[in-house]
Every structure is written in C-alpha cells, then in structure tokens.
C-alpha cells in the first residue's frame, strides 16, 4: 500500500512551492492529496479558527481550499475528515518561499503544518526555499526541486515514532554546489528578531525583522544553511517540557 501523503502549506493553495511539494510527493506515492489556505498565512504559527466557522472548496478530486483557514487549521480537517478512516502517513508543509530558520519557526505556519502532522499521527515534514536576501527577495527554486525528493525520502526512512517533526531548508546556491544534508540544531538568538518597525505612513507601523540577532552558532541551521551550502533538517519534539529543570526544581517551589 502506498504512502498517504497530505500537502499543506502557509503561502496558500496556488502558490508555486506547493506546486513543487506535489511533484516531491507524488515521486514518493500514487496517493497525494492536498489541502491548503485559500491565500497567505505567513506567519500565522499554530493558529485554529476556533470559534468561527469555516468552509472548504473542492478544487479538484485531491484539492482543496480551506477559506481563511490557517496551516494547522487545513491539517486537523485534512486528517479528521476530508482523508476519512484512513489519514495520511506524512504530512508535507510547503515548499515555503524563504527559509524558516532559528527561532523564527515558533511563528511559521509552515513549521506549524508539519507540527499539526506530526501531532495527529503522522511523520511531519517543513520544507523551505532559502533566499539570499541580500540580493532581492526573488525565489530560485532550484534546490528544493533538486534536491526534495531525496531529502523527503532520507526523513521518511528514518522517522523514529510520532514524537518529531522536522524542518527542513534549502540554501540558495546553485543545486550542484549544495554540500549535502545536515542534521543541525535550530540557531536560538540572543532574543527575538522581531522588532517595531515604523512605516512611511504617518501614525502607522509594521511587525517585522529588521536585522538578525547576533552573534549566530556556526554549528546551527541558519550558518550551516547560508554559509556552508547544506540541506538543512531539524528534528524538533512535540513534548517540549525540559525534564532536566523538572527535576532540579521538584522540592524547591512552594505556595
């Protein structure tokens, strides 16, 4: 029996990356399906519409649209009802255009589809396109078509349970200079990179990220992706707690 794939992604159901996340998924299955926002949910993290209700379009026999639904919205319905008794194995989100590095993934709806798999059951996959931003915001998708069926294909043979999800991000190089895959750590910055950022608009002002936090770990996602040309894939738990302090703190707090 094949694989049963589910597509999401953050950017909405017509964007190209979930165009090239479809064509990674059907070289690794016959039974592919997607469901995706209806427009841009960049940002969105894990959001639900909870409280208000929604609806889906049917696009096609295996597309459909969640109208102003988020990432993690379009999953849960995907898996506890379009895909019926049988949900997917893996859930792909993406191919986001631009990276999802450091801590910036506590706010990617992108990360968040693969995080909304994992949780109801199934191997959890974020793939994003790096942009060098420093020469435009232009999307090559190069790598990502290179390189995602092998990358998707590697995770999948060795997903240990339902207990991760991984994100994953391909550099900007030419595909023929990409090093390889990297298994790394996510870069935490010396505080958030999200910033104030006033607007030309009198009175007015935006969300955004100005600059990046330094210093930044060599040894993690965002340099090993700019600087070192690799693939980058980060397993990250589901069970966030840190048993460690747990521990160290049991005894010591008290009403």
């Known amino acids: 029996m094949s694989l049963r794939i589910l597509i999401t992604n953050d950017d909405g159901v017509d964007a190209p990356g979930i165009a090239i996340m479809a064509d990674i998924a059907h070289a690794l299955s016959d039974d592919v399906w997607i469901v995706a926002p209806d427009g841009n949910q960049s940002g969105a993290g894990h959001r639900f519409t909870l409280g208000r209700e929604m609806q889906f379009d049917r696009l096609s026999e295996r597309t459909f649209s969640v ?130 950022y006033p607007s030309d608009n009198e009175g007015k002002f935006f969300v955004a990220i100005p600059e990046t936090p330094m210093p930044l770990d060599p040894a993690a996602d965002f340099e090993v992706m700019r600087q070192k040309s690799y693939v980058t894939v980060t397993p990250m738990r589901l069970q966030q707690t840190d048993t460690g302090l747990v521990e160290r703190l049991q005894g010591r707090l008290s009403l």
Request: proline content about 5%; charged content about 15%.
């Open 67 to 196: 109208i102003g639904g988020s990432p993690a919205d379009c999953v849960v319905v995907g898996m506890t009802h379009i895909l019926g008794d049988r949900p997917a194995d893996v859930v792909l989100s993406g191919v986001n255009a631009g990276q999802n590095l450091g801590d910036i993934i506590n706010c990617s709806g992108t990360a968040a589809g693969a995080r909304e798999g994992a949780l109801q059951g199934a191997i959890g996959i974020a793939m994003s396109q790096g942009i060098n931003y420093e020469h435009g915001r232009d999307v090559d998708w190069a790598n990502a078509v290179r390189h995602g069926v092998a990358t998707a294909r590697s995770i999948i043979a060795v997903a240990e349970g339902r207990d991760h999800y991984y994100n994953v991000n391909f550099p900007f190089c030419p595909p023929d200079d990409t090093a390889g895959i990297a298994v790394v750590p996510h870069q935490r910055f010396s505080r958030s990179p999200f910033r104030y």
